[in-house]
């Protein structure tokens, strides 16, 4: 069956899955709020990181959001736990340049606040500030989708911030 009619989407499940699966790699929505902070400071000078921190929250509660996520953050778990098919399982564990769909997957996350979501994205995917850079550097464990997917968040908070303060 495609469509079942019955189903009602799991949004506290979804959410709870995430949150947890952060957890677990030392996420935090606070520490994501800190990245976008970072990013914003200069043009949002009397926003706080606690103000971030909620909009980082409100956005983990999009659908959008967590479905991206929750692909994105079952590969990791699955290439950690060498459940893949190969080549994939080796592309996803090494973190291969070309590979490139932990970006894509993560671009629809940034793209939830338009084109500042995305400019800010591709500025945090290659600086890797805070948080990500720990993810991005992690000794060997597999997070090759995970830190894409908080530049996203965090790119797609400032977006917000900045539509909501222009």
Do not use: W
């Not at 996420?27 to 909009?55: M, R």
């Not at 500042?116 to 060997?140: A, C, Q, S």
């Amino acid at each position: 069956m495609v469509y079942n009619p019955n189903f009602k989407y799991p949004d506290t499940a979804a959410f709870a899955y995430v949150l947890d699966t952060f957890a677990r790699k030392n996420v935090t929505p606070h520490n994501i709020a800190e990245v976008v902070y970072g990013l914003q400071h200069k043009f949002l000078p009397d926003a706080t990181v606690d103000e971030f921190e909620a909009e980082v929250i409100n956005i983990m509660h999009k659908r959008e959001f967590l479905n991206n996520a929750m692909v994105g953050l079952a590969l990791d778990d699955l290439a950690a736990k060498h459940a893949l098919p190969e080549p994939l399982n080796a592309i996803i564990t090494n973190d291969v340049g070309v590979f490139g769909v932990d970006e894509t997957i993560s671009l629809a996350v940034a793209q939830l606040s338009g084109s500042i979501g995305v400019t800010n994205y591709g500025y945090l995917d290659r600086t890797k500030p805070g948080i990500m850079d720990e993810l991005d550097n992690d000794g060997g464990k597999v997070n090759t989708f995970i830190d894409d997917l908080v530049g996203a968040l965090a790119s797609a908070v400032a977006g917000k911030m900045a539509h909501k303060y222009a």
